[in-house]
């Protein structure tokens, strides 16, 4: 048995603390990938057991993200990271306020589907293309979630550029809702209420982008936000 | 003259570093807040140059969040803050984000004006309750910057009831349009437009809501975020 130093010893120790709270970050990540899920097929089924659930378990989402924050916050104060490490826990900062904000819509599409089945059974649509729009936020939210684990630029430029994708699909169900609404009026209503889950949606999906673009940053250490997206090719082409 | 030591002059410099990244956050919520101002003075008078200027005016927002959170990243390397000062320092980068997204709703509200005057003048609505609902959204990201500056968490607790308010307008404006869409489905489209334009203003609330919690953070050294009003009261008169 090799003799550990006290400097490696704590940086060892420094590296575990680090790894805990990517762990963290990434259950919490699961957590909230699940409640959008239940949301939509809860929204989709009309089950309201499923509702009540995703409603109720929001606390939980929120707790983590108070939990990750003490901790990065302690890390800080603790070990006065430099860097690579720095930039890691103010990823993790940011990262976990769009997790939090994501699992929000989640709950808001949970009470937005009571509301609906609660009121109006007669003029339901179908949610065809809610879910096809939620299974690719979901997507990038799960690649986001990866390309931080992994520390992959490549996925998480993947990510930032499926944005356009789910606002073309909300501008998509916008167009078909108005359609709807105009032939019968009735239907005004309820396609409101479509319209805002879909607008959840596609918030959920600059959520997945912010957290792309943290991971970019946390990688290459150089912000991209607000920058265009063939400028970051360039560049990580270039290295 | 009298001689100071080197601890007291670094700690002076410190000082100064979260005095100057303290104005910087103040300068950058002016922008936001003139910003707010402009797009819904745009949309109310139909300035389309002004529309132009909004959403011109977008990437000095991001530019200063960006500046500032490199300025709060450098700060905590070199200088290894704790306690009061990394809360302090913490605030301040959650406290950009927010301001950052208040400015796209700002640049949100800019373009959703110009797409309404371009295509519909016929069914042109009064504005006069987005102005109203906007003049609360601002006050409370004003007063959430003044709270921020002084520290001052009563103000803060204000901001936060008053959110609710917000929400309250926003449902009202919806009922509103939902009246004027069902009596003339011609107004649709537009209606849709102005419905947006409210969720942006209701955004702006839930931003300065935020705001608000981080200094309470800041302040009580307290997670205010995902607790009940009535509990933050309780506590705040305790102490």
Redesign the interface.
Known sequence: MTKIGTSEHTYKQFDAELEAIRTQVLQMGGLVESQIQRAVEALVTGNKELMEQVVADD?RV??L??AI??DC?QI??RR????ID??MI?AV??TI?DLERSGDEAEKIARMAKLIYETDRLHMPRFSEIRHVADIAIGMLREALDAFARLDVATAMDVIKRDAQVDEEFRAI?RQL?TF??ED?RT??IS?EI?FIA?AIERIGDHAKNMAEYVVYLVKGK?V??VAIEEIERETMNQ
């Open positions: 606390h929120n707790a993200e108070v924050d003490e916050s800080i104060a006065q990271p430099a860097a720095l930039r103010m900062v940011k306020t916008l108005i609404m105009m009026p005004i209503s409101l319209l607008k912000d936000r607000h």
